[in-house]
Structure formats: structure tokens, C-alpha cells
């Protein structure tokens, strides 16, 4: 073996390392404040969407519906903190009767955090945001967007698919948006045997807001919202 293997890169000094161990710490604040704050914060829904799409168009205007909807049937709502839909789904809760929740996080483009915030969490990190998201849904909600609401979507499919978080109503809302990619997961990852077929029924494709709280609604019909022993055990290791 060679042994300049067993050393360290010989341009990270001990200051570097240092400020990398450091680092572990905040990272750990971020996770602690948000499981301190949101652990009460039941039964919630996570909704994700353009912070490019502002008032004035149909999709922030369903989505503040929404989210009306669903703070006035006693979900909290949550969503990134941003502009765009994520302040509409703030602005709808903001008026409704649940809390309305802010998962805020510094950008050097497009997030400027929202007004319509009962608590606002800030983080520094997108994977522990994205965690606090995950952790305490009892939903997902997603309407249109780019590659972030892509990104949050394809997480809470894997980690439904794989069985690493809990079952729970995963909601797309805009047919004609989200219809091409329903599509595309039939006909090309199905075919090519990357998708089981029973993975096309993680999620449902709906246009009306209360079509979004009616499956939420039907799918813990007969249930209830308390999760199992097994869904509190992958609780837990999320």
C-alpha cells in the first residue's frame, strides 16, 4: 500500500479541520431547534411549489386556497418560507385556524422569507430542512415548480417507496402540469423496470382544493391519524 494514503490531504491544515468539526455543531442546532418546535406542531402537511409563481396567478391563488382549506380543517401547513407559492400556502394557513409554519433558509437568489408566519425556523442547510419537511407530515401537498419542488418530490417518493418514512397521501395538484411526468414514470421508468407498478399509486393527480382535502381526508378514513407502532418506529430513525 501506498502510505501516502494514511495521511491527510496536505492542504487541509489544522484550521480547516477544525472549523469542519465545528461545523457538526450547528448542524446539530439546526436538528434540535427544529424537533423542539415542530414535534407539537400535529397533524401537519408539507407543501412545496415555485418561489417563481406570485400573486396574481391562478396557481398562487389555488394555493392559498388550499391551504385555507386545510388550516380550517386543523392542519398545520408548512412550506419553505419563501416567495411565490410558499407564500401563498403561509398567506392561506396565516388566515385559517392552524398554524402557519416557515422552513426558511438563505439563498443568494429568490428566498426572501414571507410575512405570513406563525413560526419561522431559519436553517443554513437544505438536508436538515429537508427533514423537518419529511419528519412531522401527515401529508405532502406539491404544486407546480422547478427543480427544488422536483427535488422535494422525488425524496418523499423514495423515502415512501423504500419504506424509510411512513405511508401517507402524497397530493399533486395541476393535471396539466404534473400529467407528462405521471407519464413518464408509465412509460419509461415502469418499462424499464426501474418502478414497481404499485409505486404509480404513491401519489394521486387532483385540480380542485377540495379534492386536496378530501384525499387526505379519505385515506385516514377508517385509520385515524394516530400513527402506528411501526410508523412511530420509522418516526424515529428518519
Given at each position: 500500500m501506498n502510505d501516502q494514503k494514511r495521511f491527510a490531504h496536505p492542504l487541509i491544515d489544522d484550521a480547516t479541520?477544525?472549523?469542519e468539526?465545528?461545523?457538526?455543531?450547528?448542524?446539530?442546532?439546526?436538528?434540535?431547534?427544529?424537533?423542539?418546535?415542530?414535534?407539537?406542531?400535529?397533524?401537519?402537511?408539507?407543501?412545496?411549489g415555485s418561489a417563481r409563481i406570485g400573486p396574481g396567478t391562478p396557481y398562487y391563488q389555488l394555493g392559498e386556497d388550499i391551504a385555507l382549506r386545510l388550516s380550517n380543517a386543523g392542519f398545520a401547513v408548512v412550506s419553505g418560507g419563501g416567495p411565490g407559492l410558499m407564500e401563498a400556502f403561509?398567506?392561506?394557513?396565516?388566515?385559517?385556524?392552524?398554524?402557519?409554519?416557515?422552513?426558511?433558509?438563505?439563498?443568494?437568489h429568490e428566498q426572501v422569507s414571507n410575512r405570513y408566519q406563525?413560526?419561522?425556523?431559519?436553517?443554513?442547510?437544505?438536508?436538515?430542512?429537508?427533514?423537518?419537511?419529511?419528519?412531522?407530515?401527515?401529508?405532502?401537498?406539491?404544486?407546480?415548480?422547478?427543480?427544488g419542488t422536483l427535488d422535494e418530490l422525488?425524496?418523499?417518493?423514495?423515502?415512501?417507496?423504500?419504506?424509510?418514512?411512513?405511508?401517507?397521501?402524497?397530493?399533486?395538484?395541476?393535471?396539466?402540469?404534473w400529467q407528462g411526468l405521471a407519464d413518464w414514470f408509465r412509460e419509461v421508468l415502469l418499462e424499464a423496470g426501474t418502478i414497481s407498478p404499485e409505486d404509480l399509486d404513491l401519489f394521486r393527480l387532483v385540480d380542485e382544493p377540495h379534492e386536496v382535502v378530501d384525499a387526505i381526508f379519505k385515506y385516514y378514513e377508517?385509520?385515524?391519524?394516530?400513527?402506528?407502532?411501526?410508523?412511530?418506529?420509522?418516526?424515529?430513525?428518519?
Open positions: 479541520l477544525t472549523r468539526s465545528w461545523k457538526v455543531f450547528q448542524i446539530m442546532a439546526e436538528f434540535v431547534e427544529g424537533f423542539e418546535r415542530l414535534s407539537g406542531i400535529r397533524p401537519s402537511v408539507s407543501m412545496f403561509n398567506k392561506g394557513a396565516f388566515g385559517g385556524q392552524a398554524p402557519s409554519v416557515g422552513l426558511n433558509i438563505s439563498l443568494p406563525d413560526i419561522s425556523l431559519y436553517f443554513r442547510h437544505f438536508f436538515s430542512r429537508k427533514v423537518m419537511f419529511v419528519k412531522y407530515a401527515s401529508a405532502y401537498v406539491v404544486l407546480p415548480g422547478g427543480f422525488a425524496e418523499i417518493l423514495t423515502l415512501t417507496q423504500t419504506g424509510k418514512s411512513k405511508m401517507i397521501p402524497i397530493v399533486l395538484v395541476g393535471t396539466r402540469f377508517g385509520r385515524g391519524m394516530t400513527p402506528s407502532a411501526d410508523n412511530e418506529e420509522k418516526h424515529l430513525e428518519l
